[in-house]
């Protein structure tokens, strides 16, 4: 027979049981609702910051921590929450595979799409570009005006480190590399130094200066060098590019002949030069009016078409050209013809 007391210790017992079970069930189910809501917050702060498109440079060093780089993403406003990021690149082993570089990153990028950008190293680039018909003072200002400093373009346009290149295997001891940037658009990063930016236009005359290129000036009885200033000379007087065959057969002819080359631009390069602005009377050896055959140096870089008219000139005998105001350049045969195709064509350009 049980007695009252025993009674009451199991009922007790029982009723402690079930407190215990419910707060078992009541904590779990707080404990999965907190599980979830961190989930849910995780996810949320792997989205966009917003939907902005603008964007932001940013440049992670080499050798920076996912903390750091998740830090500077933070205060650039990139992501939402750096904890996050960091977590993300733990759990997909991305951490070991980020990237230094500068990178153009906007808020519409969620996390797991820059940290793609990041171990893919896709860097941002800009074009640097070099135009045809430049002297190399001009292309000089053009690099520093692209956000290079003076001294590293000094440095980059110093032609003795480039002398092993086979574009200048002939080039003039002490000759600068005038004629010898080629005009091209070239990527360029945060990292690029312009001294790369040379070497690649250099390569690129290289590859111009095909074999072909180089047996049609043997031909015509010139040097490579000699071919790169008749074709920089070339460059800067003719317009269209259909003109400039028979303005390098004009030249050519010239120059077996005997005659002055005549040319306006040789002679302001010379002026110019000297500090006297475009003057065709300026006695230099630039001045191709006074003095028989090529000038020293070439007097711009060089398109591959004005390369190509020297190697292949026209088959013609003119001796005379003029080029118009409409930007057509009209040939001749004698003094008399010549004059009088200036007289008409020629009217703003030659006053």
């Not at 989930?39 to 792997?46: C, D, G, Q, R, S």
């Not at 118009?324 to 350049?329: A, E, I, S, V």
């Amino acid at each position: 027979m049980k007695r009252k007391g025993q009674t009451l210790r199991v009922i007790g017992k029982k009723s402690m049981t079930r407190k215990l079970i419910a707060a078992l069930a009541i904590f779990c189910l707080l404990a999965g609702a907190g599980l979830l809501y961190g989930v849910n917050k995780y996810h949320e702060n792997l989205r966009p910051v917003s939907t902005s498109t603008q964007p932001k440079t940013v440049a992670i060093a080499s050798g920076a921590t996912v903390r750091t780089i998740a830090t500077t993403l933070r205060q650039q406003g990139l992501i939402r929450n750096e904890w996050a990021f960091t977590r993300y690149a733990q759990l997909t082993n991305a951490g070991r595979y980020l990237q230094a570089g500068t990178y153009e990153f906007t808020p519409s990028q969620s996390t797991q799409e820059i940290i793609g950008q990041l171990t893919h190293g896709k860097v941002a680039t800009q074009l640097v570009t070099i135009l045809p018909g430049k002297r190399i003072d001009q292309i000089k200002q053009s690099l520093i005006r692209q956000g290079f400093s003076e001294q590293e373009v000094d440095q980059a346009l110093d032609p003795a480190q480039y002398e092993s290149s086979p574009a200048l295997v002939d080039k003039p001891k002490g000759a600068s590399l005038e004629g010898y940037i080629y005009p091209e658009s070239f990527q360029r990063t945060a990292d690029t130094k312009v001294s790369s930016i040379v070497q690649q236009s250099i390569l690129r005359l290289q590859k111009q200066l095909t074999p072909e290129v180089r047996d049609g000036f043997k031909k015509q009885g010139i040097t490579v060098y000699q071919g790169l200033i008749l074709a920089s000379i070339v460059e800067k007087e003719v317009v269209k590019q259909s003109d400039k065959n028979q303005a390098a057969q004009v030249f050519l002819t010239r120059i077996k002949v005997g005659m002055p080359l005549g040319s306006d631009v040789t002679a302001f390069y010379g002026s110019e030069l000297a500090g006297k602005g475009q003057d065709v009377t300026y006695d230099t050896p630039y001045n191709t009016r006074i003095h028989t055959g090529m000038p020293p140096t070439p007097i711009s870089n060089v398109s591959e078409s004005s390369l190509q008219a020297v190697a292949k000139p026209a088959a013609t005998d003119w001796l005379f050209f003029v080029a118009g105001d409409d930007g057509t350049t009209y040939f001749s045969k004698t003094v008399a013809e010549h004059e009088a195709l200036t007289k008409k064509y020629c009217i703003k350009l030659c006053q």
